[in-house]
Each structure stands twice: as C-alpha cells, then as structure tokens.
C-alpha cells in the first residue's frame, strides 16, 4: 500500500452518546465561559456591512438610482436582502469591478456603468457608493467621477454624491451615515439663503426597516399641523402598492426638498447612532434647531418626540394625540400583567435597543439580556445609564460586540421569557424554547410585520398586543386540559 | 428528440424585432456588448448562436452574484457537518446565512452547522492581514464545536487583495486539529459570476477531500452518488428515495444535506448522477479520469423528464435495475396522472418565462409542458456555451434567449410578451408583481418544495396553478 493510499480514513459516525454530550454540553456555564472567551471568531452576529445601510439611504430620494462602485455579487446581495425583508423591488445598479479591476483600479468600470445605468434608467441623481474591493484597492471616487462627467458620460449637473463605505468598519448603520451625509451635502451646496427659511421640519428617520414607524412620524406631523421633509424616505419606495403597473422611482423625497432641507426651522434624527456624522455636518451648516430624539418607543418617549416637536415649532399637542396616548396608557395599563416582571433578551442596532429597551422597563419587563453585536462604549454607557434609571433595570445586562453565539449561551444558563430582535435571532429563540418578538432588521420569515408601527403610540399598543397575545396563545397550546380556560 | 410546436404569435422575425427593439435604447458600447447575449431560438443549432460567461456590463443591472456566493451559496454551505468560515467582513456571510434553503439534518450547533461563521474583518486585519486571526478562529471554532468533520475557509473580496495566505494557514491547521480545513480562494471578484466559484469549490474538493476517505462496507454494484443536487426545500430527500426504491444505493449526496466524509469517499460509487450539470460537471469528469467513474445527466422535474431520466438510469445497470425502473414508473403513473388531470385543464396553453441560475430554465421546462405550459423565454444568470447548447432544443423555434439579462431587458421581453407566469429570483419577483404578472421564485421554490421527483411534482403542480390562478390578480386592476 503506498503511503498516500494508507492515509485514506474510513468514514466514521460520531456516536449517540457524543452527541448528547455535546448537546448537553453547550448549554452550560463551563460552555458560556468558553464561548465568551474566543476573540477572532464571530457566529451569527446581528450586523450587516456598511454598503447595504448606504443603499437604503440612496432609495430613500426621489428617481435616485442606488450605484454600487465595486463587485457585482455585494449588490446582488444588498437587493436581495431588501426584497427579502419589504417583500418589493430593490432596484440598484453596480459596476462589476473583476480581476482587472483590481489591478488596474474601477475607472473604466465606473465610466461605463455610469454611463449605461443613466441611459436606462434615466435617474434623478445617481448615490455611489462602495463594497470591500475599492476600498482595498484605494479608488478615488471623487476623481473618477468628476472624470466621469468631464466626458460627458453623464451630464455634469446630475446629482452624484459619493460615499466610502468600507465593510471593514462599522456596520450598516454606518454606510447609512456616510450616504446620508454625502447626499445633503451635496443637494444643499449653494443652496442655503439666509434669512429665508421654509418653516419645515427635516426628519431623518435613520436605518429603519419599518416604513410604518415612518409613516407614523409623518401622520404625527400631519396631526400638529408641523410642515415637513422627510429626509431619505423609503416608506414609499419599499411599500408601494400593486395596481398593475411597475414602477421604478414610486416615491421618496424630492430633489428639491432635500436640497431646501438646509432652510428648515428645525433637523431632527430619530436615530442618534445611524445619524452621527451626518447631524455633525447638519449641526454645522443647516440653518434652525437641530435634535437628536430618541426614537420614540413606548409612552414616555414618545412624550419627549412630541414635547419637543411642539416646543420647536410652538403647536400645542392636538387632541388627537392626546387621544391617542391615552388609549396606549389604557392599553398598557390593561395588560400590564401580562408583560409585568417578565425577563427579555433584546437584540438589534443601537438606537433600537434603547427604545425597545425603555418600553420594557415602562411595563415592568426585565431587559434581562441586551446585546448589540456592534457599538461603542458610549452606546454601552447610555445604555447602562437607562437600566439604571429604572427598578426594573436591575440585573440586566448590556453586552456589546458580542453575536448571536453568545446570546445563545446567555438564554441557555440564564433563561428569559422571550427575546426581541429580527428574524435572525430564531434560531436562539428555537434552541431556548421561547418565542422571538420580530422588531428589527430584517424580517424575512414572516409578512406585513414591516408595515406595522412600533413606535410613538400606536407603536406602543402594536408591540405589546404582539407581546402578550404571543405569551396568551402559547398558554393555551401547550397547558394541559384544566388549566385550559375560556377567559385569560 | 422531437422539435416542439412553434408558439402562436412568436417566430424568429417578431423576436430579433423585439431584441433589436429592446438594444436601441441603450448606449452603443453596452448594444455591442449585449447583442450576442439575446437570440431567437434555433433548435436545431448547434452550438446555440447565444453567447455567455461574460463579464457583467457595468451599470446595466445585471442579477448575478459572485464566486463566492456560487462557493458558499452553492457548493459548500450544504455539507451540513462541516463549518463554513466566511473569511474577511461580516457582510457577505450575513446575506448568505439561511437565505438558499438548502435544508439539512443534524442538530444545528452540535452536528450540523446552518450558520454564520465569520472573521468579520476589521480595519486593522485589511492593514496587518487576517492569517493569524483565522489561525485563531479555527482553533475556537474547533473548540466550540467539537463535533465538526472539518472546516472550508472562503475567502471574501479583500482576502486576496491583500495578499493573505489562506492556503498555509489552512495547511498547518489541518495538521493541528487532524481534520480537514479545507481553502477555497473563491474572493467575490474573480470571474463573471458564481459560476466560477462552483469551479474553484470543485477543484478545492479535489485537491483536499475526493480520495481522502473509503466507506467501511464494500462497494456493491449499485452504489451510486448524487451529484449537483443542493437539497433546496428538501429536493434530495424527494429524489433519493426513488433511486433507492429502483434499487440502487446512494452513498454520497453532493452537497445537499452532504456529509463531508462521504463526499470524499465517493470514488468508489459505480456511477455520479448529476443533476446540476452547470456547478459540478467539473468533478464528474475528474473522478472519470482518475477512477473510470461514468457519469450521467438526470432530470427529476415533472414524470415526462423522470420516467426518461429513470430509464436512462436503468440503461447503466443490469436487468434487475432495468425492471425496477419500469416497475416505479408503472407505480407512480397512477397518482403523476390525477395530478396532471387535476391542474392541467386550469394551464393548458399558458406560457411562461424563465430566468434562473445554470440549469433549471431548461429542467423545468419538461414540468411545465407536463402541465400544459409553453416556454416563450428562457436565460441563465451564469450559464456557459454547454448549457445553452442543451437548452435550445428544449425549446420552441423563436422563443426568447436570453443570457445574463438585465432589468431593463427582462422588463421589456415581459412587457411584449406577456406570459402567463414569470419564474425567476427574489430581485425580479416584486417588479413583475406590481405588474400584476404571477410569478414563482425559481430559486427558492418560493419558500415552498421540494420540487424533484415525484412528490415534488405534485408540489410544484399545485404551486405554479396556485400562482396563475390566485383570484388575487383580479383585483389589480382598480374599477376607480
Ligand atoms: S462584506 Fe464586502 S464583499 Fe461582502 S457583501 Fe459586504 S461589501 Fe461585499
């Protein structure tokens, strides 16, 4: 036999009592110990890469076409990604840098996807920006694309702010930042008139898979008589309804108000961390008040988005909303012993996670486990700060940059009642025998859930009829025949 | 094999004016570069006159993805005992984590692994390099999850920018841990499509597992292996029990619900059974000129093309095989009859169009006439001269051919048109729903499945009436 013969191994099975070892096993604290000790492997994080954040902005205008400088698989990616989460069309186009491309730079690939993507789909303003490749290779875009329109490939006044998106930084929260602030900055060039204001209010919603919440800032506008723009608006974009006709550009916020935003009254983000850099620029040339709000998960927030909308713009709370938060009080109140001393593990990007986490500790619910698979210490911190502002944050954690691995091992040795975060987390939640409240991005295994609000009141009484009636139905399933009872 | 029926209304003439219609539009360079990539059909041309395997024209908005989605995606994410290592950043093991469906057995987390595992490169690992990172991982990897048979590390797109080595850092920690861990250097930018990263995956099967392993029990007569089939909403376990019920033993299944030991132990089967020819036609015929092993072409989509594939699979082996196959095919005409009498009358003389991956456009084309359904148009994302050759006689003389196709061009085809259903991907399903078009994922059988064999006949019988004939459509159009 030779030697290469003699290395052949048979095929082996691993034995029963192996597997139950293991499966016991990985329930453990030794395990825990174990996991939360490995520093280079991530399993199942709950982030995504810089580009796809960037490409929510870029739908997020008026006849813009998302414009991907790098490779073609990234955008097949970022598109099929939303089309999972909106159940829409995600149109983006990408200039298939190859092999050449990375020896030779993304010029060409650049000239010529620009050129074609304008010719076909005849965009208002074209938002380009990157995946890994360029970004290695160092492609400077701001050349590349002046070159692109001294040619005349595209007409020189068409829109085409850029952004550097490298995946190897931050998550998608942060390409929407980048995109965000690459796109104002260039609609507003030249733009801002002292002295003439449009009385509006900006609102930048922030990397928010739920066009319902955005709606439901814009219907809480309506209701104070606030005039407003919403800022990168996808809700029409990534909801728009079938009557037979497809259409490429259904929405989004027009050119033109976007480029009047740096005139308004007032800027508020709705999302502090998917909006840094971005409120940095505003804070510096927009004209009016500039807010960062937290999102307005829950009553109380809420209350804080609403006091401060009416102190900016001197409205008084309608009696609609004033209607309307009672009737999430009454909710809250009714069901409050449904939730009341429950342990949650949370999961998600950052400003979620302080909203999420604050309607929890409104009803009495522990945020036993949070986690966020990427933040910074000053996330951490404020998250911390808000646990301790409550009882009910008493005992609960905050774990950043730790993935869904680890929430696994968390759920196993210190169980919770239910976990909150997208589909993602299912898998944690099926190993843990408890059921995941779907608030997050992306949803792709259940439908509608996207168009349904989960912030301001509304939002409130959305979330905790989910939460309860999930905790009701799974009673009466699983209870034996008399503890089985007409009412609950 | 018979010429179909021409379609009514579709000859060569009105399709060349479509094409040419649908180039006229678009700036010259990209006309040039498109033209040989959309034909009116010859079925008798040979080769078909449809070129392919070309790079993406930039800005067209194309639906391909890349050599790594076509590695991960494809070939090594459903070798369920193994752990799949997205080596660079965090995006591209996120949007390939659970969305093919390529559904396995196992306990996830102990015995098999239907996860993401990631480097999740950060700056300092593009500047300094990722080796020593990925060294680390396998080792917690390894430790975590003690029950792996062995680990595939696939590079992203910075990997080979930067000039890592995963190849060493492979080898030494194959020698470590004495377990595969296997190199696939399948970065996103190489070649024009997935398609080169089936080819990259199968030379790294060759090189580091094929050989490596034999079965404990002797090789029989009738030990077979399937090949190219991903197990997409439980494809295989439809398919295997058909080719065990005619006798036949498989011994390995690559890759859907696959198990890495006996993929490598699979040169000692009797004949590969290959239902994807596109992503692994590579390893059929290498493991035919190192082992003699035969290999042949099968289709398990509707009764017409299985009761062909069966026979030609009884064609292989001996009398008992033979006499098994007419025995399951008398067995299952029955029930292959009430469903063809059930959803045929609601799609006799509907039509449909097709794009998807390397193979299933001309697959599924048996399936559909099965239940009365012409094909007016087909195309593959990453298809190659080969595939293009088997498609053209599987369709009818003038029908639409169309290679890589963009957005705007399906968009338009569609518009002119106007089949009675679209069956393609996730990007294209939402854009001809607004249109009011019915339309069916072709690559994740919608969510639904399995779609091989004959239990999937009946489920995609019952899918594609479903979409064609949902009452939904007729309120598309508003009486306002
Ligand atoms: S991580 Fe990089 S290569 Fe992967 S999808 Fe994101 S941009 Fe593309």
């Known amino acids: ?488 | 094999m018979a010429e179909r029926k021409p379609i009514k209304g579709i000859t060569i003439e009105s399709t060349e004016k479509l094409i040419a219609e649908t180039l006229a539009e678009m700036p010259e360079k990209a006309q040039k570069k498109r033209a040989p990539h959309l034909g009116a059909n010859e079925p008798s041309a040979s080769p078909c006159a449809v070129k392919s395997n070309k790079k993406v024209v930039p800005g067209i908005m194309s639906q391909r993805g890349c050599a790594y989605a076509g590695a991960k995606g494809v070939v090594w994410g459903p070798i369920r005992d193994m752990i799949h290592i997205s080596h660079g950043p965090v995006g591209c093991g996120v949007y390939s984590w659970g969305t093919r469906r390529n559904l396995m057995q196992g306990i996830p987390g102990v015995t098999s692994f239907p996860m993401d595992f990631t480097s999740d490169f950060q700056e300092r690992d593009i500047v300094y390099g990722g080796d020593l990172k990925l060294e680390k991982l396998i080792r917690e990897a390894d430790e975590l999850f003690p029950l792996n048979k062995g680990m595939s590390v696939l590079s992203e797109c910075p990997v080979g920018l930067i000039g890592d080595d995963i190849n060493s850092t492979a080898r030494k920690m194959e020698k470590e841990l004495d377990k595969l861990v296997v190199p696939c250097n399948c970065e996103g930018f190489r070649g024009v499509s997935q398609s080169l990263g089936h080819h990259i995956s199968n030379d790294s099967i060759r090189d580091h597992i094929i050989g490596k392993f034999k079965f404990k029990e002797e090789a029989g007569p009738y030990d077979i292996a399937l090949i190219g089939d991903y197990n997409i909403g439980g494809d295989v376990w439809a398919a295997k029990p058909i080719l065990e019920e005619i006798g036949l033993t498989v011994k390995s299944v690559w890759t859907g619900d696959g198990e890495v030991e006996k993929i490598g132990a699979t040169h000692s089967v009797k004949l590969n059974l290959i239902h994807c020819y596109r992503s692994m036609n590579y390893m059929c015929k290498v493991m035919e000129e190192k082992w003699n092993i035969p290999w042949l072409e099968y289709n398990f989509f509707g009764p017409t093309k299985i009761e062909e594939s069966l026979r030609a699979i009884g064609e292989m082996f001996d009398d008992k095989i033979k006499k098994n196959v007419e025995k399951v095919i008398k067995k299952y005409k029955p029930e292959m009859k009430s469903v063809v009498d059930q959803y045929k009358p609601r799609l006799d003389g509907k039509t449909a169009m097709l794009f998807v991956g390397g193979l299933r456009p001309r697959h599924t084309i048996g399936a559909y006439e099965d239940l009365g359904i012409q094909i007016t148009g087909a195309g593959y994302e990453f298809a190659h001269q080969d595939d293009y050759d088997r498609t053209a006689p599987e369709m009818a003389k003038g029908t639409l051919i169309y290679d890589d196709v963009s957005e705007f061009e399906l968009e338009k085809f569609v518009e002119e048109l106007k089949p009675d259903l679209v069956g393609s991907g996730i990007k294209e399903k939402y854009v001809f729903q607004k249109a009011g078009i019915p339309f069916r994922q072709m690559h994740s059988w919608d969510y639904s499945g399995p779609y091989h064999g004959y239990e999937g006949f009946k489920i995609f019988a019952r899918d594609i009436d479903m979409a064609i004939n949902s009452p939904t459509w007729d309120l598309v159009k508003s009486p306002f």
């Open chain 1, 1 to 488: 036999m030779s030697a290469a013969e003699a290395a052949v191994k048979f095929v082996t099975e691993t034995p029963e009592k192996e597997i139950t070892r293991v499966k016991e096993w990985i329930n453990t604290e030794e395990y825990k110990e174990k996991n939360f000790e490995r520093t280079a492997l991530v399993v199942n994080p709950a982030h995504a890469c810089q580009p796809l954040g960037a490409q929510m902005v870029a739908t997020g205008f008026e006849g813009a076409l998302p414009f991907i400088h790098g490779s073609q698989g990234c955008a097949s990616y970022f598109r099929s990604t939303f089309s999972r989460h909106y159940r829409e069309p995600s149109a983006a186009t990408c200039d298939a840098m190859t092999e050449d491309g990375a020896v030779f730079g993304g010029q060409n690939n650049l000239f010529e996807g620009l050129e074609n993507a304008y010719a076909l789909y005849k965009p208002t303003m074209i938002p380009v920006f990157t995946t890994c490749m360029p970004e290695v290779i160092g492609d400077d875009l701001n050349a590349y694309i002046k070159n692109a329109k001294k040619k005349e490939l595209i007409p020189a006044d068409l829109p085409t702010p850029y952004a550097n998106t490298p995946s190897f930084n931050g998550t998608h929260i942060h390409g929407y930042d980048a995109m965000l602030r690459s796109i104002l900055q260039d609609l507003t060039t030249d733009k801002k008139i002292e002295d003439k204001g449009t009385g509006k209010l900006n609102i930048i919603p922030g990397f928010d898979g739920n066009v319902g919440n955005l709606r439901e800032y814009k219907r809480i506008c309506e209701l104070m008589g606030i005039p407003y723009t919403m800022l990168a608006d996808v809700s029409d974009v990534f909801d728009s309804g079938c009557d037979g006709e497809y259409k490429l550009y259904p929405g989004g916020t027009k050119i033109e108000d976007a480029a009047e935003s740096i005139n308004g009254k007032a800027t508020v983000s709705m999302m502090k961390y998917s909006t840094l850099n971005t409120m940095k620029f505003i804070n510096c040339e927009y004209s009016g008040a500039k807010e960062v709000l937290s999102m307005p998960f829950g009553v109380k927030k809420t209350d804080e988005m609403l006091l401060k909308l009416s102190e900016l713009f001197g409205k008084p709370i309608p009696e609609q909303l004033k209607k309307e938060r009672a009737l999430a009080v009454d909710a809250m109140t009714d069901a409050h012993q449904y939730l009341h001393g429950l342990k949650f593990a949370v999961v998600g990007d950052p400003d979620y996670l302080l909203g999420i986490v604050s309607f929890l500790l409104e009803m009495g619910a522990h945020p036993w486990h949070v986690l966020c698979s990427r933040a910074t210490k000053k996330f951490k911190k404020e998250m911390d700060a808000l646990l301790e502002s409550s009882p009910f944050g008493e005992g609960c954690t905050c774990y950043i940059n730790k993935d869904l691995w680890h929430m696994r091992s968390l759920l196993a040795t210190d169980p919770v009642a239910g976990i909150i975060g997208d589909t993602h987390a299912k898998f944690a939640a099926r190993d843990a025998k408890i059921p995941l409240f779907r608030i997050g991005f992306p949803i792709i295994d259940r439908v509608n859930l996207h168009r349904s609000p989960v912030v301001g009141y509304t939002g409130a009484i959305n979330m905790l009829s989910m939460i309860a009636n999930k905790f009701l139905d799974i009673k009466d399933e699983t209870c034996e025949d008399q503890w089985f009872e007409m009412m609950r």
